[in-house]
């Protein structure tokens, strides 16, 4: 029996669509399986945002968490791989020692170190991150103001926390935690900069779960839409409004940037819980966080200044 060639022509078509719903099948099949692969096992462990910063008074905010111990040795930076997302330039990257970090570069570099110190000052778990002001990366190019950030070969990043949903979500360290994005001027406080870190091959189920920041760029400069807030801007910062106002117990903070409902229903008692801990940190202190981030001496002043400001008006609220 002889087909047409309009005979032909509706058998091809036919054919078309088998053969495309039979690949969307199958690619519907394939990203099935690969999300259920992606499904990370429930984390099991001790989760940690905060410890008592029993030497608080004494802490060097020009090393850090990481101490001199852990100091990068960059006489020879060696480029492994670029990382891809976000608003800086970022490298991984392994020093003379055979450590591994990621090189962040631009803008971000410096608030991210400066904010860095001044939670890990405070008792809050904290990425080891280093500022170095002239860094040579073999195969890149020479850069000036390249934050390190460590990758121990020992710790594994365990996915990203919510700022909604945690173990945290009413105690005093977390609430506190909020008050202190404010006073960074944190303006991108979204999940994906926050991390988990857990020690690798742990098999018992009872390892500490570090609850960290890990990207504090987008600080010290103002919060607000695309078009209006800044990031390592120290004149926006100091012309910042910090408080509005208070509502019998409850603080209305000046605050425009993104998840602007986080910040709702913190009150006076969540600053004092705060306020007792920035007390103790003395001006120097504060300057050395600014300082470990290679600000210039004005401002160093400058950022330092408008932070105890900041502090001072938590105390009056207290």
Not at 10 to 29: R, T
């Amino acid at each position: 029996m002889l087909c047409t060639k309009s005979g032909y022509r509706s058998l091809l078509i036919v054919l078309m669509l088998v053969l495309s719903f039979s690949a969307a099948a199958a690619q519907d099949e394939k990203k099935k399986d690969d999300k259920e692969k992606s499904v990370k096992k429930e984390l099991t462990g001790k989760p940690v945002m905060w410890r008592e910063p029993t030497d608080l008074e004494s802490r060097n905010l020009l090393l850090g968490a990481g101490g001199d111990q852990m100091k990068p040795d960059i006489s020879r930076l060696t480029f492994i791989e670029q990382k891809t997302g976000g608003f800086s330039t970022k490298y991984r990257v392994r020093d003379a020692k055979g450590n591994e970090w990621i090189a962040k570069i631009g803008k971000e570099a410096q608030t991210d170190t400066a904010a860095n110190r001044l939670l890990w000052a405070l008792g809050y778990e904290t990425e080891i991150a280093y500022l170095v002001p002239k860094a040579k990366i073999e195969g890149k190019g020479e850069y000036e103001n390249v934050r390190l950030e460590a990758r121990p070969a020992n710790v594994k990043r365990a996915g990203n926390w919510m700022w909604e949903n945690n173990p945290f979500m009413n105690a005093p360290e977390f609430r506190g935690l909020k008050i202190l994005m404010v006073m960074l001027n944190n303006w991108d406080m979204k999940d994906d900069n926050n991390e988990i870190l857990a020690p690798k091959g742990d098999t018992t189920g009872e390892a500490e779960l570090r609850y960290i920041i890990s990207d504090l760029g987008a600080t010290f400069g103002k919060t607000g839409g695309f078009l209006s807030r800044s990031r390592n801007k120290p004149s926006d910062y100091v012309k910042a409004e910090f408080i509005k106002k208070v509502n019998g117990d409850v603080i209305d903070f000046s605050y425009s940037g993104k998840n602007q409902k986080l910040f709702e229903g913190i009150t006076v008692a969540d600053a004092r819980w705060l306020s007792n801990l920035l007390k103790r940190l003395s001006d120097d202190q504060i300057k050395d966080a600014f300082r470990s981030a290679s600000y210039s001496a004005e401002e160093v002043d400058l950022l330092a200044g408008e932070f105890r400001e900041r502090i001072n008006a938590l105390a009056k609220l207290s």
